[in-house]
């Protein structure tokens, strides 16, 4: 049992528990359950969370694992919710390149208010090749797509591609993101496949963003690290906005001995065209740390 203390009139309390069984040599199951009460500002609010899992580890035709879980979550609220995860992933070696990927789908069905379900695919893959002695590289790809939404016609996906090229001195990545959906608005967000029952603000969203950076070590213990990102999107709801955001960021860190030198600086630019003027911000630091034996 945990407590935490939440201020005057005010306490929080967690109970909880799990179990994993071997049933075969590939063939396992963790369960978990856990147990909350929270009173806050007079009101009392108490739930519960189970969960079950199955793992298979052994490789089919030497590639593919699987794994799927369940999970039920309730309040005293009278809100319920129970979901599904399944994931199979993939693993396999060509000669010197090494592929792997992952799917998931999930399901959500919850209770609030009324009944509905939601769901989502995940996927992603990457491969990774050693090149020459001292330098490698990797690509991957990653994507996300809803399914199954309790509004008509609100829908999300995104996709990214990112690659990375190691040297023995010298690291460079980049990384693209494209995004788009019909959505709804909510407290935190964007809320692309769970709304609140009885919302009807519907906001078409659709943006890309791009970046890379690159580290530099032209002498030992000195770093040297620059990035640059991008991200371009719009929205479109009872308003229009364009939206630009762009950062740099460059950082040193050098270390001698005991002694550490750490410096830094960000530059920060969003736009945001229903808002009105931009946002700038710069920032630096600079630090020296050493460290002590005492004993």
Do not use: C
């Amino acid at each position: 049992m945990q407590g935490l203390s939440l201020g005057a009139g005010a306490h929080s309390s967690t109970v909880g528990g799990g179990a994993t069984y071997q049933f075969t040599r590939f063939l396992s199951g963790t369960t978990q359950a856990t147990y909350y009460d929270q009173e806050y500002l007079g009101k009392s609010y108490t739930g519960t969370f189970l969960s079950g899992t199955v793992s298979y580890g052994k490789r089919l035709l030497d590639m593919f694992t699987f794994s799927g879980s369940v999970v039920d979550t309730s309040n005293g609220q009278g809100t319920n919710a129970l979901g599904f995860v399944g994931n199979v992933n993939f693993f396999h070696r060509i000669q010197g390149w090494q592929l792997a990927g992952v799917f998931s789908y999930a399901q959500n069905v919850q209770t609030l208010l009324v009944t509905y379900t939601t769901s989502y695919f995940q996927y992603s893959g990457n491969v990774h090749r050693r090149v020459a002695p001292g330098i490698q590289w990797t690509a991957a790809f990653n994507g996300m797509h809803s399914g199954l939404t309790n509004y008509s016609g609100t829908t999300a996906s995104s996709e990214s591609y990112s690659t990375a090229l190691g040297l023995r001195k010298l690291t460079l990545n980049g990384i693209y993101t494209h995004s788009t959906g019909v959505s709804l608005l909510g407290a935190g967000g964007f809320v692309p496949v769970t709304a609140t029952p009885g919302a009807s603000s519907l906001i078409t969203f659709g943006g890309d963003s791009y970046g890379g950076g690159l580290s530099v070590t032209p002498m030992r213990r000195l770093v040297l690290a620059g990035s640059y990102n991008r991200a371009i999107s719009n929205t479109l709801g009872q308003t229009f906005s364009h939206n630009n955001t762009e950062i740099y960021n460059a950082q040193l860190q050098y270390h001698l001995r005991r002694v550490g030198l750490q410096a830094g600086y960000t530059r920060f630019t969003q736009g945001i065209s229903a808002a009105g003027l931009p946002a700038n911000t710069t920032s630096y630091f600079a630090g020296i740390s050493r460290w002590f034996d005492f004993f």
